[in-house]
């Protein structure tokens, strides 16, 4: 399992925009599917973004269009870059990852294994 550690949350207006980064440890990053899960009070786990192996991204409904995932398999990082940020993006933001191939659905949080601790993004409207 690789140990993931998250940064970058924080307060910002709507129409604002926050760069998350999430560090992995470990040698064998580039093995492992990444993806991005948040979660507000009271909800379940939501998929955020999601990226392969091969570099190929998915995105949930909601942030289409607005966030981008990306990887640095030679700084073992995850960027999630999120842009037009809304009040209902407020959440937890976890980092998680999958070492491949997977054991189930790509857009499942059961599907991966490691998680970081979580970082806080707020959105005032």
């Known amino acids: 399992q690789v140990q993931l550690v998250e940064s970058g949350g924080g307060l910002v207006q709507a129409g604002g925009s926050l760069r998350l980064s999430c560090a992995a440890s470990g040698r064998t990053f580039s093995s492992y599917v990444m993806a991005w899960f948040r979660q507000a009070p009271g909800q379940e786990r939501e998929f955020v973004a999601g990226i392969r192996l091969t570099g190929s991204t998915y995105y949930g409904d909601s942030v289409k269009g607005r966030f981008t995932i990306s990887r640095d398999n030679a700084k073992n990082t995850v960027i999630l870059q999120m842009n037009n940020l809304k009040p209902e993006d407020t959440a937890a933001y976890y980092c998680?990852?999958?070492?491949?191939?997977?054991?189930?659905?790509?857009?499942?949080?059961?599907?991966?294994?490691?998680w970081g601790q979580g970082t806080q993004v707020t959105v005032s409207s």
């Open positions: 998680a990852a999958a070492l491949f191939p997977l054991s189930s659905g790509f857009l499942e949080p059961k599907t991966f294994g490691s």
